[in-house]
């Protein structure tokens, strides 16, 4: 192997290997998936399966289908299993890029070390990626997909140790956020016959989308213990399955199942000896759960908003107000939100984050106390004010980067702009309120918000988000 390049090790095995032919065998495998559901949640990973494209590319299009083509993202972390290589921990290739047929894929060498350095759980042994084809053959389907370059991390995983795998999670949980992609690399069952395969494949599904690691360890040691003919696994990529549930377990997302056929079903196959594909969806269940809101759930916020306010504002002796009762929808809800208070139709105060990771109901309780009395553009919210104080709450998607300021919708969008430490934003109704076109819009937030000055947007990161937006008065709520 040439130093710095990763070659491509399958290329005329598992898929084509002149660049036309290739391009012409997705054009192909896409177009087969276009007459089935494609969802429109924000993708956070994709289970898929590796094998030869006449087996398993219907499975794996049906996967890559469902990601937006326009999507920018900071960096797309593959995660596989060693088929060639047992070793401690796992092994991230960080000596140069990938190629493939289409070009180059660009490795983020500085993130993988920096992943290496942080835990000796993670190596750089480069020739452990030589022959591994796992990994490999997803790059041509995002290379296809993808029309904005992306940079990778790619990710070998060589132990068994539930514990090591575990710990491989722990350390790759910072990066699963609205910015990166998870790609995980599996097949299911080796190798029953096509019905004993469909049966078996059937149970492992279902213990993956359950979101639960002790549910899949159970499952595989269930399916292990049925002795079926001529199995030699029933998921071939466990371990970065595995590792994939550690990193989402109890957090607000869903495992989609997508698409499922075995190599019994190509042409190419035979049905006494088959290997089992299925592709899933791990769609982000933050942005559905604000959407389904009821008016019941925002009055409650809304109550958490005002007692916060009088807890902070009012004397000593009126602080026992409190939300009388909780619920429990909020309760492992995570995400971003801003609150605007309003006095007399006027601005008074307006504080927020972008912290997706913590609490909801923590973030809002916070930022909202931070509204009535930390805005340095305004003078603390007084006692007398509360009752004409009007509360506005925003509860933010996601971050999204964009490619290109033609995908804002000015709005639609809320902007976010960040550069050498610094960041700002605008709300998605604020160019509305102002009359701004789009360059006003961000020159206002380059220079007012990420104080980087007027042109300062035109080099710095952008991203957008949209809020779900309510409103209500203080003195029209009852306490009772």
């Given at each position: 192997?040439?130093?710095?390049?990763?070659?491509?090790?399958?290329?005329?095995?598992?898929?084509?290997?002149?660049?036309?032919?290739?391009?012409?065998?997705?054009?192909?495998?896409?177009?087969?998936?276009?007459?089935?559901?494609?969802?429109?949640?924000?993708?956070?990973?994709?289970?898929?399966?590796?094998?030869?494209?006449?087996?398993?590319?219907?499975?794996?299009?049906?996967?890559?289908?469902?990601?937006?083509?326009?999507?920018?993202?900071?960096?797309?972390?593959?995660?596989?299993?060693?088929?060639?290589?047992?070793?401690?921990?796992?092994?991230?290739?960080?000596?140069?890029?990938?190629?493939?047929?289409?070009?180059?894929?660009?490795?983020?060498?500085?993130?993988?070390?920096?992943?290496?350095?942080?835990?000796?759980?993670?190596?750089?042994?480069?020739?452990?990626?030589?022959?591994?084809?796992?990994?490999?053959?997803?790059?041509?389907?995002?290379?296809?997909?993808?029309?904005?370059?992306?940079?990778?991390?790619?990710?070998?995983?060589?132990?068994?140790?539930?514990?090591?795998?575990?710990?491989?999670?722990?350390?790759?949980?910072?990066?699963?956020?609205?910015?990166?992609?998870?790609?995980?690399?599996?097949?299911?069952?080796?190798?029953?016959?096509?019905?004993?395969?469909?049966?078996?494949?059937?149970?492992?599904?279902?213990?993956?989308?359950?979101?639960?690691?002790?549910?899949?360890?159970?499952?595989?040691?269930?399916?292990?213990?049925?002795?079926?003919?001529?199995?030699?696994?029933?998921?071939?990529?466990?371990?970065?399955?595995?590792?994939?549930?550690?990193?989402?377990?109890?957090?607000?997302?869903?495992?989609?199942?997508?698409?499922?056929?075995?190599?019994?079903?190509?042409?190419?196959?035979?049905?006494?000896?088959?290997?089992?594909?299925?592709?899933?969806?791990?769609?982000?269940?933050?942005?559905?759960?604000?959407?389904?809101?009821?008016?019941?759930?925002?009055?409650?916020?809304?109550?958490?908003?005002?007692?916060?306010?009088?807890?902070?504002?009012?004397?000593?002796d009126l602080k026992s107000r409190s939300?009388?009762?909780?619920?429990?929808?909020?309760?492992?809800?995570?995400?971003?939100?801003?609150?605007?208070?309003?006095?007399?139709?006027?601005?008074?105060?307006?504080?927020?984050?972008?912290?997706?990771?913590?609490?909801?109901?923590?973030?809002?309780?916070?930022?909202?106390?931070?509204?009535?009395?930390?805005?340095?553009?305004?003078?603390?919210?007084?006692?007398?004010?509360?009752?004409?104080?009007?509360?506005?709450?925003?509860?933010?998607?996601?971050?999204?980067?964009?490619?290109?300021?033609?995908?804002?919708?000015?709005?639609?969008?809320?902007?976010?702009?960040?550069?050498?430490?610094?960041?700002?934003?605008?709300?998605?109704?604020?160019?509305?309120?102002?009359?701004?076109?789009?360059?006003?819009t961000l020159g206002h937030c380059a220079?007012?918000?990420?104080?980087?000055?007027?042109?300062?947007?035109?080099?710095a990161d952008i991203y957008v988000y949209?809020?779900?937006?309510?409103?209500?008065?203080?003195?029209?709520?009852?306490?009772?």
């Amino acid at each position: 192997m040439q130093y710095g390049i990763r070659k491509p090790a399958v290329a005329g095995v598992f898929y084509k290997n002149d660049k036309n032919a290739l391009l012409q065998e997705l054009d192909l495998l896409f177009s087969d998936c276009e007459s089935h559901d494609i969802f429109s949640d924000r993708i956070s990973a994709l289970i898929v399966p590796h094998a030869g494209y006449v087996f398993s590319g219907k499975v794996a299009a049906m996967a890559y289908i469902q990601l937006d083509k326009q999507a920018v993202y900071d960096n797309i972390f593959i995660i596989g299993t060693s088929h060639h290589h047992l070793f401690e921990g796992a092994s991230i290739y960080n000596e140069g890029n990938f190629s493939t047929p289409l070009g180059e894929v660009e490795v983020n060498r500085e993130l993988a070390g920096a992943i290496i350095a942080g835990s000796d759980v993670f190596n750089s042994n480069s020739f452990v990626h030589e022959r591994e084809h796992s990994l490999e053959v997803q790059l041509p389907f995002l290379q296809y997909r993808l029309k904005n370059k992306f940079k990778i991390v790619p990710v070998l995983i060589g132990t068994s140790d539930k514990d090591k795998i575990e710990h491989i999670a722990h350390q790759l949980k910072p990066f699963f956020n609205s910015t990166n992609l998870f790609i995980v690399s599996t097949d299911l069952s080796h190798y029953p016959n096509y019905n004993e395969s469909i049966l078996l494949d059937r149970g492992t599904i279902d213990a993956i989308i359950s979101n639960s690691p002790q549910v899949l360890l159970a499952k595989l040691a269930e399916n292990e213990d049925m002795q079926i003919t001529g199995v030699l696994t029933s998921l071939c990529g466990w371990s970065s399955v595995l590792c994939l549930m550690y990193i989402t377990n109890n957090q607000l997302v869903k495992y989609q199942k997508l698409y499922y056929q075995n190599s019994g079903d190509s042409v190419y196959g035979e049905k006494d000896r088959v290997v089992g594909y299925c592709s899933i969806a791990v769609v982000n269940e933050v942005e559905n759960k604000k959407n389904e809101f009821s008016d019941a759930q925002k009055k409650y916020l809304l109550r958490v908003v005002r007692d916060e306010l009088y807890r902070a504002v009012l004397p000593k002796d009126l602080k026992s107000r409190s939300v009388t009762v909780r619920d429990s929808f909020f309760d492992d809800l995570t995400g971003g939100v801003f609150v605007s208070l309003y006095y007399k139709g006027a601005l008074r105060g307006c504080i927020g984050t972008f912290d997706f990771d913590r609490k909801l109901i923590d973030n809002l309780k916070d930022v909202a106390v931070s509204a009535a009395i930390n805005d340095y553009r305004f003078n603390p919210v007084s006692g007398y004010e509360l009752a004409d104080i009007k509360i506005e709450i925003s509860v933010l998607t996601p971050l999204i980067k964009v490619a290109s300021i033609a995908d804002i919708q000015l709005g639609k969008h809320g902007v976010c702009i960040k550069k050498e430490g610094r960041s700002g934003t605008f709300l998605p109704g604020v160019a509305v309120k102002m009359g701004w076109d789009l360059e006003t819009t961000l020159g206002h937030c380059a220079r007012e918000k990420a104080q980087i000055g007027w042109d300062g947007w035109r080099d710095a990161d952008i991203y957008v988000y949209e809020a779900i937006v309510f409103a209500d008065e203080i003195k029209n709520i009852d306490y009772e």
